[in-house]
């Protein structure tokens, strides 16, 4: 099996990226009023779970980071059930960005379409990255 290399280049926009995604998030949660922005923000958090898991695991498919980004968002909308989350952001106040603290159904979707939406993303830079890096050797 070879082992391919990373270019530091994806990793940097990896990073960057992710550190755009938190600050909109933050934005959004903190300044947007509504269910609708809860939603975006949603999708955003399920987002940059995809892009920090892209940049710990740098050879997985995408389709993989996307679906264990769902998942990871989905297991922690579950887990609100329990109310451990809530009594967590009792003690905790800042976990509540993290963790939640009332179960939606609705943020099950907001997860599902922000995974769709940074995979198809992610691919479509990724395609066009590697378009430009071949247009340059020749």
């Given at each position: 099996m070879?082992?391919?290399?990373?270019?530091?280049?994806?990793?940097?926009?990896?990073?960057?990226?992710?550190?755009?995604v938190a600050i909109v998030g933050l934005l959004v949660h903190f300044l947007v009023p509504g269910d609708f922005a809860?939603?975006?923000?949603?999708?955003?958090?399920?987002?940059?779970?995809?892009?920090?898991?892209?940049l710990i695991l740098p050879t997985a498919k995408r389709h993989w980071l996307a679906l264990a980004a769902f998942a990871i968002s989905a297991a922690i909308?579950?887990?609100?059930?329990?109310?451990?989350?809530?009594?967590?952001?009792?003690?905790f106040p800042p976990s509540r960005l993290v963790f939640g603290t009332t179960f939606s159904a609705l943020d099950l979707?907001?997860?599902?379409?922000?995974?769709?939406?940074?995979?198809?993303?992610?691919?479509?830079?990724?395609?066009?990255?590697?378009t430009w890096r071949r247009t340059q050797a020749e």
């Open positions: 070879a082992i391919t290399k990373t270019p530091m280049s994806r990793c940097i926009a990896l990073f960057i990226a992710a550190t755009d809860s939603l975006v923000a949603d999708a955003l958090y399920t987002m940059l779970v995809y892009l920090v898991l892209a909308e579950l887990a609100q059930l329990t109310g451990i989350p809530e009594q967590l952001a009792v003690s979707v907001a997860y599902a379409l922000g995974a769709a939406a940074v995979y198809f993303a992610d691919k479509l830079v990724s395609e066009r990255g590697a």
